[in-house]
């Protein structure tokens, strides 16, 4: 009887060992599934705010090209117009402009 009763407790013991060992497997496997999840999720969140920031990147480049040929054609044209003004007419202007502001009651004292 003492026989059959420690058969008993050895068979218990080794069901739960076993059931550990079960336990222990399926909570590594979870974890790494749920690791391999995150870094997925943290993955496409990155992409999708680089795609973001790329797009932005694009619409801003494209904008100052705009600006910049829209200032360019600008330039051109006043550089051709009859109406250009020589630089060195409009450095004298503004010397003088300058000059007439300094010596004003209201800036001269």
């Known amino acids: 009887m003492q026989s059959e009763v420690i058969d008993d407790i050895l ?6 060992a076993k059931i ?3 336990a222990e497997k399926t909570a590594r496997e979870n974890i790494s ?9 943290i993955a496409e969140a990155v992409d999708a705010v680089r795609e973001r920031g790329k797009a932005e990147v694009d619409s ?6 705009k600006h910049l040929e829209e200032y360019e054609e600008e330039r051109a ?8 003004v020589d630089p060195n007419v409009l450095e004298r202007a503004v010397s003088r402009i ?3 502001i300094c010596t004003t009651e209201a800036f001269g004292e």
């Open 60 to 65: 801003a480049e494209a904008l100052l090209s």
């Open 77 to 84: 044209r006043i550089e051709n117009s009859e109406n250009a």
């Open 11 to 16: 068979t218990v013991e080794d069901r739960a």
């Open 98 to 100: 300058i000059d007439r």
């Open 20 to 22: 550990i060992e079960d």
């Open 33 to 41: 599934q749920a690791h391999d999840k995150a870094a997925k999720i």
